[in-house]
């Protein structure tokens, strides 16, 4: 437990130096400045709250690495933006898909990761005591996430006009909002399913690691 314990600032700080380096590098030139700074800007964000946090409420490993994998995809989209990744063009070949996917991916993490932030906080919270109502509300929260986000895609669109284009990554498909979201849900759904008996085994560690 103690060894857990330890090993949580260790992975905070290798996690947060992967991602700087990571947004250093994809911001010396971006495919267009713009939308490199919307697309990477929730791991910009993300970052010093993990840090003004680390003692107050440290996450569980599972989290910390889920959340510094969601900042890799982000900030690979916004150096290319989402229709241009190279990983996205080299799946439509392998998968023969009529787009690039990697914009699926990035929603699919979307749902995932913050599913399992969701879940931590309810547990740890002590919000919710049924397990379906917490499921509930993770899926709940996960779609207003992923909502909020689509209505800032809307706003951007509003605002930028064709400027917008690369940001919002629809690539012709008049049903991309609704896919968006369908697959933030689908994500959040496989982080349940997958990962909770994980998460809690170290949720338990994390509140041991706390008590002693």
């Known amino acids: 437990m103690r060894a857990d314990s330890s090993r949580r600032p260790w992975l905070l ?3 947060t130096l992967v991602v700087l380096v990571a947004l250093v590098v994809s911001g010396i030139d971006p495919y267009d400045r713009m939308t490199w700074v919307l697309e990477v800007a929730p791991a910009a964000i ?8 680390r003692e107050r409420f440290p996450l569980t490993p599972l989290v910390y690495i889920g959340i510094f994998l969601h900042a890799l995809v982000l900030i690979y989209g916004g150096a ?3 229709a241009r990744v190279p990983l996205g063009f080299e799946l439509q070949e392998w998968f023969d898909l009529a787009r690039n996917p990697y914009d699926r991916i990035g929603h699919f993490c979307q749902g995932f990761v913050p599913a399992l932030i969701t879940r931590e906080i309810l547990i740890r919270g002590a919000f919710v005591r049924r397990r379906w109502m917490r499921e509930f509300l993770v899926l709940s929260v996960v779609l ?3 909502a909020s986000y689509e209505l800032l895609e809307w706003g951007v669109a509003v605002f930028a006009a064709d400027g917008a284009i690369d ?3 629809t690539q012709g498909d008049p049903w991309d909002t609704q896919s968006d979201m369908f697959l933030a849900l689908i994500g959040a759904l496989a982080a349940l399913v997958t990962l909770s008996r994980w998460q809690d085994c170290q949720i ?6 706390g008590e002693s």
């Open 13 to 15: 700080a290798s996690g």
């Open 46 to 53: 993300a970052l010093p709250i993990l840090w003004v946090t």
């Open 80 to 82: 290319y933006t989402y």
């Open 144 to 146: 207003a996430i992923s």
């Open 167 to 169: 940001f919002l990554g």
């Open 204 to 209: 338990r560690r994390v509140a041991a690691a």
